[in-house]
């Protein structure tokens, strides 16, 4: 009895310290690999600190945002991921990413790289939302991989860029191979509070890195950049809150731009809109919802709701056609936000990964997607 004993304290303390190196393991690993940024310390702590956003040492949102974080909830999701179909598309979407390029001081012309990132060509200016470019909407090369021929892209075809502008420091919208890439092409970024930590951290000099809290504007040119509320959350890591989330409102000479970044819905699109009137083009999250986490990602239903909050003349669905990060199917988001838009009298614009489009009477609305399906 006690040699039995003896063996099983053995293998219990084998075991356990299996466990606590693969633990010590992980944390070296966040703790160490560059793509995991920085978050806020010192001097730029205290000063986004300050921000009425910023309670009990994160960023808070306009409303109550929780997310159901109960066993049940968990088991709950591993169910309904385990049981999803059609996730991807049944073949590699063809991209039209060798189109020309235009960019003229008398249209707005946009190119959609699928997901969040588009570029935006207007009064003789690139911007760039969300360039997010990379292999996988993940810290590892394994987890969240793109779809299949989705770009890809030479990142050298792009050129110099003028603005970068970031709208929350998740992979699948701040990403650190495609900031390796571009920073050095970039004229300046424009992030929310506490962003540029990260970009810092990957060389970007700080020069280079505007900051704003919500309702905050820079000038830029002939452009204003406001940063405006989003309801989501942040982190990369172990971190979580310790950077802010946004939307964007891009206004130009003659056209005004709306960015949503991620969001669940609420009360701030309309507060937009009463605050900025009617825009020109909205770019609207749409994808990778469900029901479980509603509160930090709009069904698409809400997403034409939300265009017709901030007064959008035209809408774009964005946040879908790049990676599997829901359990819905692929395509599901358009077909959905096809429907409400088309009950609404909302104008929506659909173009395939990697188009140019220019903003005007004649912009892509086919539903591409279709042949794709099973």
Not at 138 to 153: E, G, I, Y
Not at 174 to 197: E, M, N, R, S
Not at 280 to 300: K, L, S, T, V
Request: net charge negative; with cysteine.
């Amino acid at each position: 009895m006690a040699l039995f004993k003896s063996r099983l304290f053995k293998g219990l303390a084998i075991f356990l310290s299996i466990i606590f190196l693969f633990i010590l393991s992980i944390m070296a690993f966040v703790n160490l690999a560059p793509q995991f940024g920085e978050v806020p310390s010192g001097s730029h702590l205290e000063l986004i600190s300050q921000s009425t956003n910023y309670s009990k040492k994160e960023f808070i949102n306009q409303i109550e945002t929780k997310m159901d974080n109960s066993p049940s909830n968990f088991w709950g999701m591993i169910k309904e991921y385990s049981a999803a179909k059609n996730t991807a598309p049944s073949k590699p979407i063809t991209t039209k990413l060798d189109e020309q390029k235009r960019i003229n001081d008398s249209s707005a012309v946009f190119t959609w790289y699928g997901h969040s990132t588009i570029l935006m060509e207007l009064e003789g200016k690139k911007i760039f939302f969300d360039p997010m470019l990379g292999p996988a909407a993940s810290p590892v090369s394994f987890f969240a991989n793109r779809f299949k021929n989705t770009p890809p892209l030479d990142l050298q075809s792009l050129g110099e860029i003028d603005v970068v502008i970031f709208s929350h420091d998740h992979y699948d919208h701040l990403d650190y191979p495609t900031i390796k890439a571009i920073k050095d092409k970039v004229g300046h970024f424009y992030t929310p509070l506490g962003l540029g930590a990260h970009l810092k951290a990957w060389g970007v000099p700080a020069t280079n890195i505007t900051e704003l809290d919500w309702w905050e504007e820079a000038e830029f040119g002939s452009f204003t950049f406001t940063a405006t509320p989003a309801r989501h959350f942040s982190g990369r890591g172990f971190s979580r809150n310790k950077t802010q989330w946004a939307s964007w409102v891009v206004k130009g000479t003659e056209l005004q731009i709306y960015f949503s970044g991620d969001s669940g819905y609420g009360p701030h699109f309309k507060e937009i809109g009463e605050k900025f009137g009617a825009f020109d083009f909205a770019m609207m999250e749409c994808g990778q919802y469900n029901e479980r986490w509603e509160a930090i990602h709009m069904m698409p239903e809400q997403t034409v709701q939300a265009s017709l909050d901030i007064n959008a003349k035209k809408m774009m669905p964005i946040h879908w056609a790049a990676f599997t990060l829901a359990p819905h199917e692929w395509y599901q988001p358009a077909e959905r936000v096809s429907k409400a838009a088309l009950e609404n009298n909302m104008t929506l614009i659909t173009p395939e990964v990697g188009e140019t489009f220019v903003l005007g009477p004649d912009m892509p609305a086919t539903k591409w997607w279709q042949q794709y399906k099973p």
